[in-house]
């Protein structure tokens, strides 16, 4: 089982739409979850973070944490085409200083 | 506020030979973490570097080595090229508070390509 886990393929989005976006996570006891953007030859920029249960909001983007079913979601609203780019989760396992990363999904809006 | 920087950009190398990777840290921070990213694929964790010392080490040979300076800067060194070591090479900097690791912060990363 992998750590990090990003199963859905591209996602195409028409511009103005809701881009959602799950990954889920094996380790239990994780705590802190992160959401980076890449844009294509560049490297993650940092867009959430999130710590407990519930919703965190950001400008256009909304975190979800659900540690009991070990997922985490992002939401981008009123989607542009300047967020088509792949969004990486991120986990930091118990007692790690490392990230594990997922995949990655890529994001594609359609203007 | 001078974030984190990486040099070189890109580099080409061929098989066998050594290679030298260097991060300057986000202002502020003392942590330094370096991972490999091949095409398509998430970040891997390599190792962290606190206190001029490797903190922790993920799943990658012993080829891999790397050191932190006083100042924080940090070099990833690579010996022995292989193929297979082609990717982009990412540097994260943060910063530990009573013993908490706080985000990290990714630098512009360095492509390799190693022939």
């Known amino acids: 089982q992998k750590e990090v886990e990003q199963n859905s393929g591209p996602l195409s989005v028409p511009e103005g739409a809701i881009a959602s976006l799950n990954c889920t996570y094996s380790?239990?006891?994780?705590?802190?979850f992160f959401w980076y953007r890449q844009y294509s030859g560049k490297s993650p920029e940092l867009i959430m973070s999130?710590?407990?249960?519930g919703d965190k909001e950001d400008g256009r983007f909304t975190a979800q944490l659900n540690k009991a079913s070990q997922y985490v979601s992002l939401l981008i609203r009123d989607s542009q085409p300047s967020d088509s780019a792949t969004y990486l989760c991120?986990?930091?396992?118990?007692?790690?200083?490392?990230?594990?990363f997922g995949k990655g999904n890529q994001v594609v809006v359609i203007p | 506020d001078a974030g984190v920087t990486q040099s070189p950009t890109h580099l080409i190398k061929t098989r066998g030979q050594q290679v030298t990777l260097r991060c300057s840290p986000k202002?502020?921070?003392?942590?330094v973490s370096w991972y490999q990213q091949a095409l398509g694929q998430g970040p891997q964790f390599i190792f962290q570097?606190?206190?001029?010392?490797?903190?922790q080490r993920g799943n990658f040979p012993d080829r891999f080595s790397g050191h932190q300076f006083p100042n924080y800067s940090s070099e990833l060194n690579v010996n022995a090229l292989l193929l297979g070591d082609s990717a982009l090479y990412l540097c994260?900097?943060?910063?530990?508070?009573?013993?908490?690791?706080?985000?990290?912060?990714f630098g512009p990363g360095t492509r390799l390509l190693v022939l």
């Open positions: 994260a900097s943060s910063l530990v508070v009573a013993g908490y690791q706080e985000t990290q912060y």
């Open positions: 380790d239990r006891g994780s705590q802190s």
């Open positions: 999130i710590y407990s249960n």
């Open positions: 991120a986990v930091n396992p118990p007692g790690n200083n490392r990230l594990a």
């Open positions: 202002s502020g921070h003392d942590t």
């Open positions: 570097y606190y206190e001029e010392e490797e903190r």
